[in-house]
Structure formats: structure tokens, C-alpha cells
């Protein structure tokens, strides 16, 4: 079964904002941290931000002051806002959980998660 499930992608022009959330559903147990990680075409998948069951919060340095990561209870509903959005943004946003303290950002991250969504796609019209 799908574990967590991403909405709130679309196409925006440059400097517009998006909401993306993510649920996690009964199927996931014992998260500690969630956020989001993205992949443009032909890229590696990277870290974008995450959000621990303390409410202790990171960002990419490529995003931060610009997108903020909240959660709702106790990490079953995550969101990242997206404000001025710029043309290195657009990509597949996933979310993503882990039951134990994970590095988020370093090259193959990505492989320290336990669950992932299917993605939201993000893109810049012009």
C-alpha cells in the first residue's frame, strides 16, 4: 500500500508560490522525521527539508527563506510552502519518512528513508 501520499503540485510562473502536503497513512509506523526530497530530470535526487517529531526543522541551503516546512499531528500531515519560486525549483517533489535520525542532504540520502510517496510534479510557466 501507498505509505505517504503527496498533493499541491502544479505549474506556477517565476516567483509565485506553491503548497505542497503530504499524509501518511496507517500503514506507517514509528516516523521520526518527514519532509521532502526533489529530482529534476536527469538529477540526482536531493534533500530539500525535514521536519522531526520535535518540530526541530532543516533546509537545503538552495531553499531556504524561501520554502517552510510544517507538520500536523504528530507528523501524519507534512506541508512545505514554496514562496517565490524560481527556475531551478521545478522537479518531482517527494515526500519522504524515516523511523531513525537520517542525514537528509548528502549525495545518496535519498537511500536512508523508509517511506516514500509516488511525487508531485513542480514546474515554472512561463
Known amino acids: 500500500q501507498e505509505r505517504l501520499t503527496e498533493s499541491g503540485g502544479g505549474s506556477v510562473q517565476a516567483g509565485g508560490s506553491l503548497k505542497l502536503t503530504c499524509t501518511a497513512s496507517r500503514y506507517t509506523f514509528g516516523v521520526s522525521v518527514m519532509g521532502w526530497f526533489r529530482q529534476a530530470p536527469g538529477e540526482q535526487r536531493e534533500g530539500v527539508a525535514n521536519?522531526?517529531?520535535?518540530?526541530?526543522?532543516t533546509y537545503a541551503e538552495s531553499v531556504k527563506g524561501r520554502f517552510t516546512i510544517s507538520q500536523n499531528n504528530a507528523l501524519k500531515t507534512v506541508y512545505l510552502q514554496m514562496d517565490n519560486l524560481k527556475p531551478e525549483d521545478p522537479a518531482m517533489y517527494y515526500c519522504?519518512?524515516?523511523?531513525?535520525?537520517?542525514?537528509?542532504?548528502?549525495?545518496?540520502?535519498?537511500?536512508?528513508?523508509?517511506?516514500w510517496g509516488v511525487g508531485t510534479r513542480v514546474t515554472i510557466s512561463s
Open positions: 519522504a519518512a524515516a523511523r531513525g535520525s537520517v542525514s537528509w542532504y548528502g549525495p545518496r540520502d535519498y537511500n536512508n528513508m523508509d517511506y
Open positions: 521536519i522531526d517529531s520535535t518540530g526541530k526543522v
